[in-house]
């Protein structure tokens, strides 16, 4: 049986951070046009830095594709960090995001619940 590559556990590792990474920039990049003109330019800033970060991220995994275990070692917590970086920098994102639609949310929950309340009345008075 042949023995398997101390490398694989660390490229499929670095392969699943790569595949989140454009997983998230995907989605962010596909509801930025959603966003009001005032936080439009805020956002594309942000997807550009995350993109900028999973590029890091993929060169630095190109480049320590064919080093030694202890090479690999401090790349993975190099990449670790990296990922860990972009990961928070994700959740800052979807924190703006929140704070910018938080008041319209709110402003809508009211409309659905006062639209229910005159279904509601209308069911009452045509009963």
Sequence with gaps: MKKRST????????????????VALAALEANAGRLGA??????DRMIADLRKRRDRFAALVGRQ?????TVLARAKKQLGKQWK?????VEKYFHAVEKHFAPRQTAFQKIAAQA???RKA??????
């Design 85 to 89: 970086d972009f990961d928070l920098t």
């Design 116 to 118: 229910k309340t005159w």
């Design 122 to 127: 209308a069911r009452a008075l045509r009963g």
């Design 7 to 22: 490398l694989h556990p660390y490229l499929n590792w670095t392969k699943t951070r790569i595949d989140e990474m454009d």
């Design 65 to 69: 594709s064919k080093a030694d275990r």
């Design 38 to 43: 005032e936080f439009k330019s805020q956002s």
